[in-house]
């Protein structure tokens, strides 16, 4: 294994851990097979979850597969239907003129200098569907046996980095779950479809406002909230919303109602498995959405207090007046929030506080 080699694969293993070193590894894988650019992309469903690009191609890739024309491409199913362990060149895929003619080539690679690919797929432990995909730019010529065979040397490696990433992640979800029942909170991390992912013992017990079905997937009893719940998480797979939701869910005696919180997960601002998740939590009509908001972004305890504080509409020198700090020690209490809630800018993460700590529509 050649120096600049050894070192790719180390990379690899720390992007696992470190997101943000993705865009640098798959320059560089790129560069091992002659391409101009690679993407590691994250699928849940028929749903892209997350995505890390080569930076100079970054933005108009993320804005592809947040277009229709991505649902329109028939790559990934075709990559799917081929079930290979090992990349696959374009040729290998598709007729000539079929590659020509889908909408990936149509509306992303050839606008952007790009043609001939090869791509890889991998499965995750948590359902999700991964895959490596590099690209050289037009006139060049497609990925031959040489190609893909050092593209392959690189896939287990990949493969093990996918496997690391989503273990992690899954561990934290667990992590939440947990950490509401410390509280007495049954609660539950949910995908779109409503499967559970990960779910504490209080909410595995409960019967009076909890229905479970095939495939771990958890409904509630209450066919209003039912219909809430469904709708939320149809939201948080789409990407439609960053806010969470509140409503009250009855028990099967259609008495004395619960709150019904759905909030988005984040873990990381560049969690590459963080999108298309929603951690449910059942409590008292009046419960502490705070509470939860801190347990689900690993917030410090000023962290929250910033949080309430933006919520009910202050300003950070309101804020720094407030709690007698400086205004200095509010922004950075402020940016560890964006990080932490994956929000971008103030103005989106106030709303989605706001959302997220307003209390349960409908009455108890």
């Excluded at 972004?297 to 300003?315: F, H, I, K, P």
């Amino acid at each position: 294994m050649n120096i600049a080699r050894e070192n790719l694969v180390d990379r690899i293993y720390e992007a696992a851990a470190m997101p943000d070193a993705w865009p640098s590894v798959l320059d560089d894988l790129a560069d091992q097979a002659g391409g101009v650019g690679a993407a590691l992309l994250a699928r849940r469903s028929d749903a892209w979850i997350g995505s890390r690009i080569s930076p100079a191609h970054e933005a108009s890739a993320e804005a592809y597969l947040r277009s229709a024309s991505a649902a329109r491409s028939n790559t990934t199913q075709r990559l799917v239907a081929l079930d290979r362990a090992g990349f696959v060149a374009d040729h290998e895929l598709f007729s000539d003129e079929d590659y020509r003619t889908d909408a990936f080539v149509t509306d992303w690679a050839a606008p952007n200098g790009m043609h001939h690919g090869a791509a890889t797929g991998i499965s995750t432990p948590i359902g999700d569907y991964v895959v490596v995909q590099v690209q050289r730019r037009t006139g060049a010529p497609r990925f031959d046996a040489g190609d893909v065979a050092r593209l392959d040397g690189f896939r287990p490696h990949l493969a093990r980095a996918a496997l690391l990433a989503s273990r992690w992640r899954l561990e934290r979800l667990h992590a939440m779950t947990e950490a509401l029942e410390l509280i007495g909170l049954p609660a539950a991390v949910l995908d779109g479809s409503g499967r559970a992912l990960a779910a504490n013992a209080l909410i595995q017990a409960m019967t009076t406002h909890v229905v479970w079905s095939p495939g771990d997937r958890l409904g509630l009893v209450d066919p209003a909230a039912a219909g809430r719940l469904r709708q939320g998480l149809s939201h948080i797979r789409g990407g439609a919303s960053l806010g969470g939701r509140s409503f009250p869910a009855r028990d099967r005696g259609a008495g004395q109602p619960l709150g019904a919180h759905l909030i988005p997960t984040a873990g990381g601002a560049r969690d590459l498995f963080a999108g298309g998740l929603g951690l449910l939590a059942l409590g008292p009509i009046r419960a502490a959405q705070a509470t939860i908001v801190r347990v689900l972004y690993d917030l410090t305890a000023a962290e929250t207090e910033v949080a309430l504080l933006l919520a009910e509409g202050l300003a950070p020198a309101q804020i720094a007046a407030r709690r007698g700090v400086t205004l200095d020690t509010v922004r950075n209490q402020i940016k560890a929030l964006l990080h932490k809630t994956g929000a971008d800018r103030l103005g989106g993460l106030i709303a989605l506080l706001a959302r997220q700590l307003s209390p349960p529509d409908g009455k108890a």
